[in-house]
């Protein structure tokens, strides 16, 4: 069965200078365009379940209600918590994205939503894949800006004037 016809996925991005930006994956979304689609079972990935909610139309409406718990990960990603050495909800994301976080200071976080299709059917994009080949798995396109850039500004969130 299916939930919906449409598939829209949130994307995170953060950046240190406001100019460049990085695209934190979850380890169960789509993210990259030439990311496999995932398999997991029985249970999905808390973070991954969770936002995928978002991408339930009106997106702002859902963000603004049901799902505002999004602007606290937010917040986390803009704090430093290594100083404290909390850092166990790093587990929730990707390692490539564990990683980037390591090496990066995050001055700046967005959230954009994107119309995800498959760029092929499956059973035509899994034999180049299984001989080694590139495959680009995803197409996407932009839907719209979930939250503005925005920094840490005396101890809370506010929006970058970027």
């Known amino acids: 069965g299916r939930v919906g016809t449409s598939r829209y996925e949130p994307i995170i991005a953060v950046s240190e200078d406001g100019v460049e ?10 993210g990259n ?9 029985p249970y999905h ?26 602007f606290r990960l937010v917040q986390k990603l803009l704090l430093d918590d290594s100083r404290n050495g909390d850092l166990s909800w790093h587990s929730l ?25 498959m760029k092929q059917p499956l059973w035509e994009a899994l034999p180049g894949w299984l001989q080694g080949e590139d495959v680009t798995w995803w197409r996407r396109t932009f839907e ?19």
């Not at 379940?49 to 999004?70: A, C, D, T, V, Y």
């Not at 719209?144 to 970027?162: D, F």
């Open 144 to 162: 719209e800006t979930l939250i503005r850039p925005v920094q840490i500004y005396n101890g809370s969130l506010a929006y970058a004037n970027l």
């Open 93 to 117: 994301l990707d390692s490539t994205a564990q990683s980037h976080l390591k090496k990066h200071p995050v001055k700046y976080v967005k959230a954009d939503m994107y119309h995800y299709e």
């Open 33 to 41: 365009v030439s990311r496999r689609p995932c398999f997991c079972a």
């Open 45 to 70: 990935y808390r973070l991954d379940w969770n936002i995928w909610f978002i991408g339930f139309k009106p997106h702002q409406s859902m963000l603004q209600r049901r799902e505002s718990w999004l």
């Open 21 to 30: 930006w990085t695209e934190l994956e979850l380890p169960c979304k789509p």
